[in-house]
């Protein structure tokens, strides 16, 4: 089993930033996938970014620019550090968890909330 654990979100106003992690726990395979995920009022959840143990990364198109994934192997920790936030990033933010191969069993945090203003 693995624990994800979430911090950092919060309330910041349009253009501000906020750096989001989440620390894994449990039984951890050393390749494995971390990333993001996002639900904000009245969507569908959408991937944010995520970062394979080697280093790999994904964005959606909506926050390349803005938003940076990055990972500490020895702390099995993600970060997500969200520059330039606006109203539409609002949203509950979901850590998530799979080992590496194809159809691995996803493990996800109970979410942090991100709100965005003006």
């Known amino acids: 089993q693995v624990q994800l654990v979430e911090s950092g979100g919060g309330s910041v106003q349009a253009g501000g930033s906020l750096r989001l992690s989440c620390a894994a726990s449990?039984?951890?395979?050393?390749?494995?996938?971390m990333g993001w995920y996002r639900q904000g009022p009245g969507k569908q959840r959408e991937l944010v970014a995520r970062i394979a143990s080697g280093g790999s990364t994904n964005y959606a198109d909506s926050v390349k620019g803005r938003f940076t994934i990055s990972r500490d192997n020895a702390k099995n920790t993600v970060y997500l550090q969200m520059n330039s936030l606006l109203p539409e990033d609002t949203a509950v933010y979901y850590c998530?968890?799979?080992?590496?191969?194809?159809?691995?069993?996803?493990?996800w945090g109970k979410g942090t909330l991100v709100t965005v203003s003006s």
């Open positions: 449990g039984t951890i395979f050393s390749i494995n996938v």
């Open positions: 998530n968890y799979r080992a590496g191969w194809v159809n691995g069993m996803d493990y």
